[in-house]
């Protein structure tokens, strides 16, 4: 088995092994994976904190042995919480770094970080603090960053950043927690699930106090939070239909 960590800010990861295939996530700077295919120009890896699987190209990683990964598995994940913040190499070049990015394998990097960082469980009233960070950041189908995000990587990322862990994708998340019957039993931080006309769950919000949620739709914005689903207050309609609600902490 081969290792690798993200040396780099923002790298994506694809569906299959080339530039012109979709989007499925971003590997961040700093994450750390399993390499389970390696090709000339592409390797299939398998991300350590949510199992994601997907192709990265071989420019935009460097490899790492056993031991390395095995002491950043067992690290308690401690992350930049700048919005935007720089690592230095030992030739004094600065690579930028979003916020999320991992900072345990500074070492193995030999880089200098002298930003913020938050470690470990933070008070759950945080969570809706720390989404109001990527208010505004615009839409990307497989974005994690507040440059370009996605539903569910808003989601995960800011459950992250609060030191939880979430899947990656919005039916996968939609498997954890504890299901909600009602609105009204639900807290602030709860995640509220909504699906399509065939019954598949395709997206994710985080629900805010007095009926309001928090996701990414277009950008990622406020709206009213009903029984039906979402109302979008600029469209003055429903966008998305409610299926579920979940207590995940």
């Known amino acids: 088995m081969q290792y690798g960590i993200c040396n780099l800010s923002i790298v994506p990861l694809r569906l299959e092994p080339s530039d012109k295939s979709e989007l499925v996530s971003q590997v961040l700077y700093g994450d750390f994976f399993k390499v389970l295919e390696q090709r000339k120009h592409w390797s299939k890896i398998r991300l350590h904190f949510d199992n994601y ?7 935009q990683y460097l490899e790492i042995d056993q031991e390395n990964y095995n002491t950043l598995k067992g690290e308690l994940p401690k992350l930049s919480s700048d919005l935007v913040e720089f690592v230095q190499d030992v030739n004094d070049n600065l690579i930028t770094i979003p916020l999320g990015s991992s900072l345990n394998g500074l070492s193995v990097l030999e ?6 960082l938050v470690q470990g469980i933070q008070p759950r009233e945080q969570l809706l603090k720390t989404a109001f960070t990527y208010l505004n950041a615009p839409y990307l189908w497989g974005g994690k960053t507040p440059f370009g995000i996605d539903c569910s990587g808003f989601t995960q990322m800011v459950y992250k950043l ?4 979430l899947l990656r994708d919005a039916s996968q998340q939609a498997t954890q927690g504890e299901a909600l019957s009602f609105i009204e039993e639900s807290e602030p931080g709860d995640l509220a699930f909504f699906d399509n006309n065939e019954g598949h769950i395709v997206h994710v919000g985080i ?4 009926n309001y949620i928090i996701h990414a739709h277009g950008k990622v914005r406020i709206d009213r ?9 600029d469209k003055r309609m429903h966008t ?10």
């Open 53 to 59: 699987e997907g192709w990265i190209d071989n420019k």
């Open 111 to 116: 880089h200098q970080h002298d930003g913020n």
């Open 162 to 165: 609060n030191g939880y862990k």
């Open 207 to 210: 629900i805010m106090a007095n």
């Open 225 to 233: 939070l009903d029984h039906s689903g979402i109302y979008n207050v």
């Open 240 to 249: 998305h239909k409610l299926r579920v609600i979940k207590k995940i902490i």
